[in-house]
């Protein structure tokens, strides 16, 4: 299909691939079409009948569109989307064969699954894991380059004993969760008009683009995702003239048509522009539902990579692709709002009068604080541990952005004063033809990992290549627990003013601690975090412990959303998955340095030798001792790495691999890399074996 040039044609093009309401509207009979929709909103179970004819409609759509085959598309617990695909077709007895697709296919599946990590809860000779129709999300159809069109069903993947074997699972049932008890919290508050109330999520993505032809040349970004080795260009980002730059023409072309993928599967792409490193840049959807913004994240990340190629590029969506410019992150905007259109998070012109939003956001305070640590983990993986911390991104330790007037508000009333309205205050920018643009009850502070950012929160800590999931999952499940404790107290008084007031005091006393409006990049805050008894966990071994404290099994437990040993399977999982990244760096950087390092030196160092033989020079023989120190050097340094990453492989339990590559192997690539990239800029363009940053961060 033509790409979208005019409004018109963006309006007809947005959801064309998607099996949305209203095709569903339109392509089903009246009591199918009511079934389905109430098993939609309220999780009625749906009958085999209704499965037939939604999916005899889906299949008749798919077809006419082009498509040959289905899949039922989930989420395993790597982070990306799996996907195994079937046809329609069905033979005949007569030889020939008819397109069909049943409910029970359209409901359930039973992929061979036994290769995705389970963490102990499937042992591979009983590997059955199931996929099962997740109907809060639309069906839509994925098209390929060389046209290829497969109806993709979103789906949970689970064990033969019901085990969420995906990240789909806990966040449905984070988001019930979050429903049911902030359901009550509004409620005691007097709301008698909405249904239920939903989390929504705006994922922001950042990520990278490079030229085909560089990306090819360097073993690390293949293998890795980032770069493992190479000097700092001339000029990296201190300029800061790609932040939101004019948008050069083959970026743009390739966001066009990124845009146009997107928007026929029914991504609401909506902004787009240059970031701060360079090379570096950002999608931004409106938001959605947690469920449905997963999904469409992971449509977003795939579909980058895929429409890159089709522009000579290659997106990189690696936490920290290259070293000393800022690398990628995800900006997890989340709110809850209910069915009838009251985001609890709006603090409107009155904030100091607005009870709602001031219990729902003192909730939310304390239960941030209560369970920092495990926010932390959700966002903890090799690669994001070069960003928390690093001068671009958030620190590992979780504070609350809240702004000047919104801290008052809370500080004021957990000390008993009087909040009087500040009243609508305007920027004054001292030019009078130009319009008064009213100020927001909260400034900007892009430092923070948990902003308050006019009436949603912006978690800022999660990395660019990560699913959504798992820190919605958790941001679900810690609301869902202080809303329980909240609504509890609310239903119960009598004075339901006076018991909020006590709520916010003694959610201030206690959890005031996490509300930090300064610079979160500076060492002052270090020490003050410190003082204030703030976590602060700096590398993902350690972060991810927190998924298995008795805190953690508790929470996930008390409100069903992950088991203890659903739990314990995760924790295991991405520590190992910890301990092979690491891995697979130790032995790319191996491989570099062996095959690619090493010999281009000692070719340059013979050359040098050549030269010193047939004129004396200074340049030559001080060039000649500095690389011949520094490739020895290296070479040790390549063999101590090799042993190593041997070592930390050999140990039996996961963790104990994790901690031997965090502790031994991480700091050993960063020696070896300060040779190879002293060597870099002393070889010779011709002779120097992979492309430089320069290249790959400005040859766009
Ligand atoms: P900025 O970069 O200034 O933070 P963007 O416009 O790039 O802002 O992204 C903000 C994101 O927050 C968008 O995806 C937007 O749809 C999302 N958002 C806005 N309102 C809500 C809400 N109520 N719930 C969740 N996300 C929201
Ligand atoms: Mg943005």
Redesign the pocket.
Known sequence: MANATNCADVAELFGSNVFNDRLMHERLPKDTYRSLKKTIETGAPLSLETANVVANAMKDWALERGATHYTHWFQPLTSITAEKHDSFISPTNDGGIIMEFSGKQLAQGEPDASSFPSGGLRATFEARGYTAWDCTSPAFLKTDGSGNVTLCIPTVFCSYHGEALDKKTPLLRSMKAVSTQAMRVIKALGNTTSKTVLS?????QEYFLIDEEYYKGRPDLIMCGRTLFGAPPPKGQELEDQYFGSIKDRVSAFMKDLDTELWKMGVSA??KHNEVAPAQF?L????ATTNI?TDHNQLVMETMQKVAIRHGLVCLLHEKPYAGINGSGK?N?????TDDGI?L?EPGSTPHENSQFLAVTAAVIKAVDTHADILRATTASSANDHRLGANEAPPAIISIFLGDTLSDIFFKIARGEKVTAGGKTFVTIGVDTLPQLPKDNTD?NRTSPFAF????F?FRMVGSSASIAGPNVALNTIAAEAFDELATRLEKAKDVSGEIAKYIKEVMDKHGRVIFNGNNYSEEWVTEAAKRGLPNVRNAVDALASYVTPKAEKLFEKYSVLSKTELHSRYEIYTEQYAKHINIEAQTAVFMSRRLYIPAVLSFIAELQESIASAKTVVAEETRTAAAALIDAAYAKTKKLEANALAAKGLSSAVDQAKAYRDTVVSMLVELRADIDALERLVPQGIWPVPYYSDMLFDL
């Open positions: 929504t999520v705006g994922p922001e909506k902004t950002e931004a959807p409106v938001f913004a900006h905007n989340w709110s809850l709002g985001n998070l900007r950012t006019g009436n949603k912006e």
